[in-house]
C-alpha cells in the first residue's frame, strides 16, 4: 500500500481520539539521541531570513511519511513518496527549503528535487528525504540550495540549540519556530520523541501549507511507525483549520534510530506501540495547536468540541463544518457570541441533525479542562433554541474575551465525539495574503 494517508473507514474504526490524552506534550526545545540538525541561511528568501535546515541521524533510521492529498502535489511530495516505498528501512537525512515551494514545476521541479536528493547523498551518506515550502510555481534555485547543503554539514548541533535554529529556517509566514516534546517510557527503556512544524495559513484538514519532523530514539518498525503517524495526524493535524485552503507541499514525516535501545516494536497489537503511538500523537496535537494559535492574523485558539453524535464521523464532519466558516470565526475576532453562525454551520454540515436537540455551550480553555467542573461553561442554545436569560449574552461575551476559548455542541442523538481546532478571522490575515507574493 502506497504510504500516506490511510481511508477513512479505517480512521473511524481505530482507537478513538481520547485515548491519546493520557499523554501531554510540552512546547518546548529538546534533544533527541544521535540525531543533529541545523538552520541556516542560503539566499532563497528575498528577506534573507534562514531558508534551509538538515536533519541527520547518525544511524540509519526508520522512516514513516504523511503527505497532501492535493492533486497538485509538489514535487518534493511525489519523490519522498517513492524514496519511502523503496527505503523507509534506511533514511539518514532529511533537508527542508524555504522560500521555493517547488510546486506546479512540471518536469523540471521533479529533476531539480531529484537533484536536491543527490547532492545531500553526495555530501552525507545514506539515502535521504527533503521538502519544500514557499511561493507555489517557482523552481528551485539549484546553485544556493547545493550550497546550502554543502554549508549545513559542518554546522549540524546535537543540543537544543539546533532545533531551535532548524525550526526557524523552515519558516515561511509563521511568526514563531514551533517545537515539542515528550519523554517517557517504553517498556523499561526512558526514550524521548520530539518535533517541529511549520505553517500559519493554507491549514486545513488533510493538513495545508504545513511541513512537519519528528525524530524518536525509539526502536520500531518502519510499518508500525506508518500507522503511529496517521493514527497522529489523522487526530492532529487533520484536525485543525485556519482558512480551509489545502496546500501542495503537506508534509509530515517521522525518523525513529532505535536508540533507546527499547525491543523492537513490531505489532501494532502490542501495548508498547499504543504507548509510542499516543505519546506520538501529544506531540502532534501540541504542535498542531501552536500552528493554529500563529495562524496568518490569529489572536484565538479555538477548540471545537462535537459531543452526542451516532457515529464519531458524524461528529467530526460537524466540527469541521463550524471550524471552517469565515462568519464563525469572524464572531471569534469581534467576541460576539453569535450562536445562529454556529447552529447554522451545523445544519448544513451534511450530517443528519434533530434541532430540537441540539445545545450550544461556550466556555475559556482547551481539551485539556473539558471535564474541569470549576470553569465557566455557558449555555446559549438549548433544544435548538436561544436560552432565555438576559445575562447570557454578555456571560458569553466575557467568555469570548479568553484567547482559549471552547466551542461545545451537543447534538443530542448519540454518545460519539470529536474535536478539532481553529482560531479567528482578523483583518490581519487579509492584509498577510493580500500581497503575499509581492
Given at each position: 500500500?502506497?504510504r500516506g494517508f490511510r481511508t477513512s473507514s479505517v480512521f473511524w474504526n481505530a482507537v478513538r481520539f481520547q485515548s491519546s490524552l493520557r499523554y501531554q506534550a510540552k512546547p518546548d526545545a529538546f534533544c533527541v539521541n544521535?540525531?543533529?540538525?541545523?538552520?541556516?541561511?542560503?539566499?532563497?528568501?528575498?528577506?534573507?531570513?534562514?531558508?534551509?535546515?538538515?536533519?541527520?541521524?547518525?544511524?540509519?533510521?526508520?522512516?514513516?511519511?504523511?503527505?497532501?492529498?492535493?492533486?497538485?502535489?509538489?514535487?518534493?511530495?511525489?519523490?519522498?513518496?517513492?524514496?519511502?516505498?523503496?527505503?523507509?528501512?534506511?533514511?539518514?537525512?532529511?533537508?527542508?527549503?524555504?522560500?521555493?515551494?517547488?510546486?506546479?514545476?512540471?518536469?523540471?521541479?521533479?529533476?531539480?528535487?531529484?537533484?536536491?536528493?543527490?547532492?545531500?547523498?553526495?555530501?552525507?551518506?545514506?539515502?535521504?528525504?527533503?521538502?519544500?515550502?514557499?511561493?507555489?510555481?517557482?523552481?528551485?534555485?539549484?546553485?544556493?540550495?547545493?550550497?546550502?547543503?554543502?554549508?549545513?554539514?559542518?554546522?549540524?548541533?546535537?543540543?537544543?540549540?539546533?532545533?531551535?535554529?532548524?525550526?526557524?529556517?523552515?519558516?515561511?509566514?509563521?511568526?514563531?519556530?514551533?517545537?515539542?516534546?515528550?519523554?517517557?517510557?517504553?517498556?523499561?527503556?526512558?526514550?524521548?520523541?520530539?518535533?517541529?512544524?511549520?505553517?500559519?495559513?493554507?491549514?486545513?484538514?488533510?493538513?495545508?501549507?504545513?511541513?512537519?519532523?519528528?525524530?524518536?530514539?525509539?526502536?520500531?518498525?518502519?510499518?508500525?511507525?506508518?500507522?503511529?503517524?496517521?493514527?497522529?495526524?489523522?487526530?492532529?493535524?487533520?484536525?485543525?483549520?485556519?482558512?480551509?485552503?489545502?496546500?501542495?507541499?503537506?508534509?509530515?514525516?517521522?525518523?525513529?534510530?532505535?536508540?533507546?535501545?527499547?525491543?523492537?516494536?513490531?505489532?501494532?497489537?502490542?501495548?508498547?506501540?499504543?504507548?509510542?503511538?499516543?505519546?506520538?500523537?501529544?506531540?502532534?496535537?501540541?504542535?498542531?495547536?501552536?500552528?493554529?494559535?500563529?495562524?496568518?492574523?490569529?489572536?484565538?485558539?479555538?477548540?471545537?468540541?462535537?459531543?452526542?453524535?451516532?457515529?464519531?464521523?458524524d461528529a467530526f464532519k460537524v466540527a469541521q463544518s463550524i471550524a471552517q466558516s469565515s462568519l464563525v470565526k469572524c464572531a471569534m475576532y469581534g467576541k460576539d457570541p453569535n450562536w445562529g453562525r454556529i447552529v447554522c454551520?451545523?445544519?448544513?454540515?451534511?450530517?443528519?441533525?434533530?434541532?430540537?436537540?441540539?445545545?450550544?455551550?461556550?466556555?475559556?480553555?482547551?481539551?485539556?479542562?473539558?471535564?474541569?467542573?470549576?470553569?465557566?461553561?455557558?449555555?446559549?442554545?438549548?433544544?435548538?433554541?436561544?436560552?432565555?436569560?438576559?445575562?447570557?449574552?454578555?456571560?458569553?461575551?466575557?467568555?469570548?474575551?479568553e484567547e482559549d476559548i471552547v466551542v461545545e455542541v451537543d447534538l443530542g442523538i448519540g454518545s460519539e465525539e470529536s474535536t478539532v481546532w481553529t482560531c479567528d478571522l482578523s483583518k490581519d490575515y487579509v492584509a498577510i495574503?493580500?500581497?503575499?507574493?509581492?
Open positions: 500500500m502506497m544521535g540525531f543533529e540538525c541545523a538552520g541556516i541561511t542560503a539566499g532563497l528568501k528575498p528577506s534573507g531570513k534562514p531558508d534551509m535546515a538538515m536533519w541527520r541521524s547518525s544511524k540509519p533510521a526508520v522512516a514513516a511519511g504523511c503527505f497532501t492529498k492535493n492533486a497538485f502535489a509538489a514535487a518534493p511530495v511525489i519523490l519522498d513518496r517513492e524514496i519511502l516505498k523503496k527505503n523507509a528501512d534506511n533514511i539518514s537525512t532529511l533537508v527542508i527549503n524555504a522560500g521555493q515551494a517547488n510546486a506546479c514545476t512540471g518536469e523540471e521541479g521533479l529533476k531539480n528535487a531529484q537533484t536536491m536528493v543527490d547532492h545531500i547523498k553526495k555530501n552525507t551518506p545514506g539515502e535521504a528525504l527533503i521538502m519544500s515550502t514557499g511561493v507555489i510555481g517557482r523552481q528551485l534555485d539549484l546553485p544556493k540550495i547545493q550550497k546550502g547543503i554543502e554549508s549545513l554539514v559542518p554546522k549540524l548541533d546535537k543540543t537544543e540549540e539546533g532545533w531551535r535554529t532548524a525550526s526557524r529556517a523552515i519558516m515561511t509566514t509563521d511568526t514563531i519556530p514551533k517545537l515539542s516534546h515528550i519523554s517517557t517510557t517504553i517498556g523499561s527503556k526512558n526514550v524521548i520523541i520530539g518535533g517541529t512544524s511549520k505553517g500559519a495559513g493554507m491549514i486545513h484538514p488533510n493538513m495545508a501549507t504545513m511541513l512537519g519532523v519528528i525524530c524518536t530514539d525509539v526502536a520500531i518498525s518502519a510499518e508500525c511507525l506508518q500507522a503511529a503517524l496517521t493514527y497522529t495526524v489523522n487526530r492532529t493535524y487533520n484536525c485543525i483549520d485556519v482558512d480551509g485552503d489545502t496546500s501542495t507541499n503537506d508534509t509530515v514525516v517521522a525518523l525513529a534510530n532505535g536508540l533507546a535501545g527499547n525491543d523492537t516494536i513490531t505489532s501494532t497489537e502490542s501495548e508498547e506501540y499504543k504507548d509510542f503511538r499516543d505519546a506520538l500523537t501529544a506531540v502532534g496535537r501540541c504542535l498542531s495547536k501552536q500552528l493554529v494559535r500563529d495562524g496568518e492574523g490569529a489572536t484565538k485558539l479555538v477548540t471545537i468540541r462535537v459531543t452526542g453524535a451516532p457515529k464519531e464521523e454551520a451545523v445544519g448544513y454540515s451534511g450530517v443528519s441533525i434533530k434541532p430540537e436537540k441540539v445545545s450550544l455551550f461556550f466556555s475559556p480553555g482547551d481539551e485539556t479542562t473539558f471535564d474541569d467542573n470549576t470553569k465557566t461553561r455557558v449555555q446559549i442554545v438549548k433544544g435548538g433554541q436561544p436560552v432565555s436569560s438576559s445575562s447570557v449574552l454578555k456571560e458569553c461575551a466575557s467568555v469570548l474575551k495574503n493580500a500581497d503575499y507574493t509581492t
